[in-house]
């Protein structure tokens, strides 16, 4: 049995060999296939990949910002701003007349953005409270005096407190109007930032319109400006409310000397302290920069990092160009808290009309905007008046 049964082992051997070399190709084949479709996906992938690098490194053009920006603002711009065409545009017309004439409320974006760089370049507007309005009119209640309150235990009756004065403010506005212009040639030019242009523009021109309403605006058809409340040396326990206490400088048309300013910041009562700036024009401030103490050291601090106000008596420094010169009686120096003391209402909406007709081949942008502006709590800004008394 066992000299029989050799024969047959030795003889399938070669073939159960020949069968394995058969399998261990097809797998072999297999691997190698697969392999070569892996090493073909990895380079599809990385062409993929150099193809959104490269495209990420070239500047974006108007029609690229989708995945930024709504569609609406899109549309805006591509459509309305560059071409003139309106339909099919979700535009809000911001007029009782039809919407070509009118003009359109811009979208959100861009008033976001002509927002920001108004506060930016803008002196009081950077410092004081401004509200959006859905109307042209805004009203405030405001007490004058503080509301009544007082102390008592757990158990006392609750004594009536006295009734609080309240006083109504209704700041005077005004149509805010920016009439930018661009050729034809450049809002056909696909690399031109229609958007940031327009935004600056608008932005630039309104900022130094509502910078002279905020200071000494007359209060119609504009803002009233805070140099524009009555003005009394009253201190604030008995002034009428609304009018501005001054302190005056000892000298008419000078400083009788640096402690003027000093009776400035401690006229403010310590809780506008926190918060509360100087406001003065480039020449008012030239001035002061000279000013040095006993020891010889400068009242006027430069700033030590960028985006940091220079400091004047530990406070920083706003120059407003509108502010007067340094003169006999003029109010030339205001020191306060403005956001507590000056209100800023606007229409939350800019409109603007596309105008390709009336200087050609310019088109103007009408851009209309409406503002008010007015002293909100007198007790929180202290004028100097450049006088004997």
């Known amino acids: 049995m066992n000299i029989s049964n050799t024969p047959l082992e030795t003889k399938a051997d070669p073939l159960e060999a020949s069968f394995d070399a058969v399998l261990q190709a097809e797998e072999n084949e297999n691997h190698g296939k697969a392999i070569a479709g892996l090493r073909t996906d990895v380079d599809g992938l990385k062409s993929q990949m150099a193809d959104i690098s490269r495209a990420s490194a070239r500047p974006a053009l108007d029609g690229a910002k989708g995945m930024l920006a709504s569609s609406a603002s899109q549309d805006f711009v591509t459509k309305y701003l560059r071409r003139g065409d309106h339909a099919g545009v979700e535009l809000k017309s911001f007029s009782g007349a039809s919407g070509p004439e009118g003009g359109f409320a811009v979208p959100q974006e861009i008033d976001a953005l002509i927002g920001r760089t108004l506060k930016d370049i803008s002196p009081i507007r950077s410092i004081a409270t401004v509200v959006q309005t859905g109307s042209a009119g805004y009203r405030k209640l405001v007490t004058n005096g503080g509301t009544p309150s007082g102390w008592v235990s757990e158990t006392a009756g609750r004594p ?18 920016a009439n930018p212009a ?6 056909d030019d696909a690399a031109f930032d229609v958007e940031a242009w327009l935004a600056d523009e608008i932005a630039r021109e309104f900022a130094q319109a509502e910078g002279a309403a905020f200071v000494g605006g007359s209060g119609v058809n504009q803002p009233r400006g805070f140099l524009n409340a009555a003005v009394t040396d009253e201190p604030d326990d008995v002034r009428a409310f609304g009018s501005l206490q001054y302190i005056p400088s000892g000298s008419a048309g000078d400083f009788a000397s640096e402690d003027a300013l000093v ?10 302290r926190q918060g509360a700036s100087f406001v003065m024009n480039s020449a008012t401030l030239a001035q002061i920069r000279k000013f040095k103490t006993a020891d010889g050291a400068f009242l006027w601090q430069a700033s030590l990092a960028s985006g ?3 400091m004047l008596l530990g406070y920083p420094v706003v120059e407003a160009e509108d502010m007067p010169d340094v003169a006999a ?3 030339s120096i205001a020191f306060g808290n403005f956001r507590a003391g000056y209100l800023i209402a606007e229409r939350s909406a800019t409109s603007i009309l596309r105008d390709p007709f009336t200087n050609k081949p310019f088109v103007h942008f009408y851009a209309t905007k409406r503002v008010g502006g007015q002293v909100m709590n007198s007790e929180a800004i202290k004028l100097m008046q450049f006088s004997l008394s």
């Open 160 to 177: 009536e407190t006295d009734t609080p004065n309240f006083n109504e403010i209704a700041p005077p506005t005004g149509e805010l109007y």
């Open 182 to 187: 661009a050729s034809q040639a450049m809002l």
């Open 263 to 272: 009776d400035l910041v401690h006229t403010l009562k310590p809780a506008y």
């Open 308 to 310: 940091q106000p220079d």
């Open 329 to 331: 009686d003029s109010l």
